[in-house]
């Protein structure tokens, strides 16, 4: 171990604030300069929207560390309200600006890490900097909005983006009292999520009276006396008294750039396993970084917090001379909003796609989070993907109001050890009435997918259905099919399958449909056994539901 380095940090959030503290513990004798431009170091910006909302009243709650507990508590130097604006990469020196004088010095080191962060999307519209339009990045971002809302007494609210910024704002805002619009630019909230999984959280929040505009963009902003007027791309005039633009983030890599660091294809800061940049002697870690997704091997910007403390570790540890790697992403996160837990791991079919993946089959399920006869039972519509070849699990999506990330995070792991869904059916998870069934719905995504694998039951395309020659055979009861069904379906409820069976021709394919997939399953088995070519259509009528809502338009 080499002593008495000068380790330069650029940014103490996360993954700075990580690093800085990771590699005292592996090194007492280095000189560890944490430098931040903003007046806080590592605060909890994912509790932005929650102090915002008065959930999290108290601001304090939002600093996990100060200056003086790295100061006394790990020998660390913090200097808010310091920018780096150069690196001298040939003289190993770093040019820093104090913000509030502007006054410039130079700093030298021996180790630099860059850990700018991201920067919320603001696109060039005319009046999109009025008064009234925040961004949520940053404790000042969130006094400003609360400011805002008590002195103007704002009751109505406009959020640009439906992703997780906007959900949590969305849900906040409600929770203060003021009635609020999204606008997305996409035809679905969430847009990282596939559309059918979304289908869902826009229903809750059109039931909790919040406005929605999607496949619509706001193309610019005027005042109309106190308030705040956007035109959107289809014509429509929304007046609100606060706006919040929760469009996205983008790498913050001006300083990189100018340093002559080398930038991926993603946008972000090109590192390599160890998080060490192009410079040998500079390391990059969180939103700011190229990493690689490690279902599909594509390079991406992931602004995630777990994520960037991983890295912040794994920098550490290769400035410390440990040998160490950071193995890439698979965007675990979770997001909650008006009582519905939306989370997800790994590829999504949208991402399959975009990396030309097409091995793969869908299971869709939605099991309550614990048995039926347990009060309170909450149902889970469940996504799962898997590699047709030999079974190893690609990625899920669920939504419900309970019990959600208990099951994403079993998948994640499954997923980060390169598990199969053989592994999903065998996983031994906890079970007593209220907490789960004896068969998980994370045996039972693995229990369908292997029926699906090894041809007891496989699975029948939604894609095409009514229009392909198929046979679309219901075996729900009569009471069920008369609230609906798919088009041009033979009702033929299960319990009278095994006298009516000869009655479905055999010369053609046939998509079996039930409630939610098991009565299918059922049924598909006995018709392959009389040798025709049946299939399962995977979460069966809920799934057909969500796909429909999916596929409408704002």
Aim: hydrophobic content about 45%; overall charge neutral; glycine content about 12%.
């Amino acid at each position: 171990m080499n002593v008495g380095r000068r380790v330069l940090i650029v940014g103490g959030v996360a993954g700075g604030a990580s690093c800085a503290a990771r590699l005292r513990r592996l090194d007492e004798s280095a000189e560890i300069i944490i430098l931040e431009r903003g007046p806080f170091v590592s605060f909890a910006n994912c509790g932005l929207p929650y102090h915002v909302g008065d959930v999290i009243p108290e601001e304090g709650k939002l600093l996990l560390a100060s200056p003086a507990l790295f100061r006394d508590r790990f020998n660390i130097t913090v200097r808010t309200g310091h920018e780096v604006i150069a690196i001298d990469r040939p003289r190993r020196v770093a040019t820093v600006k104090q913000v509030a004088t502007g006054a410039l010095s130079e700093e030298a080191y021996d180790a630099l890490v860059l850990s700018p962060g991201a920067t919320p999307i603001r696109p060039p519209i005319p009046g999109i900097d009025l008064p009234g339009i925040f961004s949520i990045r940053t404790i000042p971002d969130a006094r400003q909005v609360r400011a805002w809302i008590t002195e103007h007494h704002a009751k109505r609210a406009l959020i640009v983006g439906g992703g997780f910024i906007g959900l949590e704002m969305a849900e906040n805002l409600v929770h203060r009292g003021l009635s609020v619009t999204i606008v997305e630019k996409a035809a679905q909230l969430m847009p990282p999520l596939d559309p059918e999984v979304a289908a869902p959280v826009r229903e809750r929040l059109e039931s909790k009276g919040v406005s929605l505009r999607l496949g619509d963009a706001v193309t610019a902003f005027r005042q109309a006396g106190r308030a705040i007027v956007a035109t959107s791309e289809r014509g429509a005039e929304l007046s609100a008294d606060l706006v919040i633009l929760a469009i996205g983030v983008r790498p913050e890599t001006t300083l990189a750039k100018t340093a002559g660091l080398a930038i991926g294809t993603s946008g972000g800061i090109a590192v390599d396993a160890a998080m060490r940049t192009s410079d040998p002697a500079i390391w990059a870690v969180g939103d700011a970084v190229e990493s690689v997704e490690v279902t599909t091997g594509l390079k991406l910007v992931l602004p995630l917090a777990g994520p960037a403390n991983r890295q912040g570790r794994v920098a550490a540890e290769a400035i410390a001379g440990r040998t160490t790697n950071f193995r890439g992403v698979q965007a675990t996160s979770v997001c909650g909003a008006f009582g519905l837990t939306i989370a997800s791991t790994g590829a999504s079919e949208k991402l399959l796609k975009r990396a030309g993946v097409s091995d793969y089959e869908v299971v869709y399920l939605h099991p309550g989070q614990h048995v039926g006869y347990y009060p309170g039972a909450k149902p889970i519509h469940l996504k799962l993907l898997y590699r047709k070849t030999d079974g190893r699990v690609l990625g899920a999506q669920a939504v419900g109001e309970d019990g959600v990330d208990k099951r994403i995070d079993v998948i994640a792991m499954a997923i980060q050890l390169g598990g199969t869904i053989h592994d999903l059916a065998e996983a031994e998870l906890c079970y007593a009435p209220q907490y789960g069934a004896a068969k998980d719905p994370v045996n039972f995504a693995g229990f369908i997918a292997e029926n699906q694998l090894n041809g007891d039951a496989p699975a029948a395309a939604w894609d095409g259905l009514g229009s392909d020659g198929r046979i679309v055979l219901d075996v729900r009861e009569p009471a069920e099919t008369a609230k609906g069904t798919v088009p041009c379906a033979t009702l033929i409820p299960l319990n009278q399958l095994r006298q009516r069976w000869n009655e479905l021709p055999a010369d053609r394919p046939i998509a079996v449909l039930c409630a939610a997939g098991q009565r299918a399953y059922y049924a598909v088995r006995q018709l392959r056994q009389h040798g025709l070519d049946a299939r399962g259509l995977a979460g069966g009528w809920a799934t057909w539901q969500q796909r429909q809502a999916g596929q409408r338009s704002g």
